[in-house]
């Protein structure tokens, strides 16, 4: 069974940092393009980044570009997003997916994660 595991979600300042964890179960996600989308309350599911499994190429959404990197981990089997400088906006439910091409796109999720909560405030 495919199975996506979201980690390290939590209650940050406004410029503090979290490291979110995405561990595949059942399956490599190294060969996987791999997204995390974020939800924010009263709002549509958006892509924020995904990191590439043919090339390592990596692309993120303009709102997180020098804040946010994604890195894969293969001998963890595990992809992760170091956020950096975070702000309030930033607070959303975090999902982690695998992409059928490497396009942010919710149509071209094939597994969603459940989702872990980041909340950014003072």
């Known amino acids: 069974q495919v199975q996506l595991v979201e980690s390290g979600g939590g209650l940050v300042q406004p410029g503090g940092s979290l490291r979110l964890s995405c561990t595949g179960a059942g399956f490599s996600l190294e060969h996987y393009h791999i997204a995390w989308f974020r939800r924010a309350p009263g709002k549509e599911r958006e892509g924020v980044s995904y990191?590439?499994?043919?090339?390592?190429?990596?692309y993120y959404t303009d709102s997180v570009k020098g804040r946010f990197t994604i890195s894969r981990d293969n001998g963890k089997n595990t992809v992760h997003l170091q956020m950096n400088n975070l702000k309030p906006q930033d607070t959303a439910v975090y999902y982690c997916?695998?992409?059928?091409?490497?396009?942010?796109?919710?149509?071209?999720?094939?597994?969603w994660g459940q989702g872990t909560q980041v909340t950014v405030s003072s």
């Open positions: 997916a695998t992409l059928s091409v490497p396009i942010l796109a919710n149509s071209l999720v094939t597994y």
């Open positions: 990191i590439n499994s043919d090339d390592g190429t990596t």
